[in-house]
T-cell receptor, first 110, second 110 residues
């Protein structure tokens, strides 16, 4: 019940394309769903987050879609750029109880 | 505000030794969480401290321990190091339902 599943494990997208990463959770106690971006040799950085009372949140080229009934959420990166190449982690938490997905390695080809 | 700082950034130890890692959270944050990150296992939760008390603990052996001081700075200790302890150790500073990661300490056990 504490697991967060994430797919795909890796993703290759052409510059300008849309990158989509999907996550699913089981524990309905989770009430905050952040996405983190991690570059090699760096710690994960908070990218965008959503609460279950909204179905979508957009910040620049990054959008989270949230489906509470299906217990799924996804990250969409519009107009993907080579600089977006990184590992992306979804997470789910309540308070400071965080559970992270296994990560998706995104490569954006120039 | 200054971000999360971790020291040292890199560490090389031999099997059987012990190691202490340090984390200074963002000013005003009272929660500090520790994670182990390896290529095969992703982000694994070690423990979380809040106001000098361990509030949550992951599934790691007793060789892994931590503590938090009154100024919220935290240390984690690994005793009797094993080759499998080689990893990036990440500290996350937390407030409410948000976590912000430091750059990590890269531990190599030879």
């Amino acid at each position: 019940q504490q697991q967060v599943k994430q797919s795909p494990q890796s993703l290759i997208v052409q510059k300008g394309g849309i990158s989509i990463i999907n996550c699913a959770y089981e524990n309905t106690a989770f009430d905050y769903f952040p996405w983190y971006q991690q570059f090699p040799g760096k710690g994960p950085a908070l990218l965008i987050a959503i609460r279950p009372d909204v179905s979508e949140k957009k910040e620049g080229r990054f959008t989270i879609s949230f489906n509470k009934s299906a217990k799924q959420f996804s990250l969409h990166i519009m107009d993907s750029q080579p600089g977006d190449s990184a590992t992306y982690f979804c997470a789910a938490n309540y308070g400071q109880n965080f559970v992270f997905g296994p990560g998706t390695r995104l490569s954006v080809l120039p | 505000k200054a971000g999360v700082t971790q020291t040292p950034r890199y560490l090389i130890k031999t099997r059987g030794q012990q190691v202490t890692l340090s984390c200074s959270p963002i000013s005003g944050h009272r929660s500090v969480s520790w994670y182990q990150q390896t290529p095969g296992q992703g982000l694994q939760f070690l423990f979380e401290y809040f106001s000098e008390t361990q509030r949550n603990k992951g599934n790691f052996p007793g060789r892994f321990s931590g503590r938090q001081f009154s100024n919220s700075r935290s240390e984690m200790n690994v005793s009797t190091l094993e080759l499998g302890d080689s990893a990036l150790y990440l500290c996350a500073s937390g407030i409410a339902d948000s976590q912000f990661f430091g750059p990590g300490t890269r531990l190599t056990v030879l």
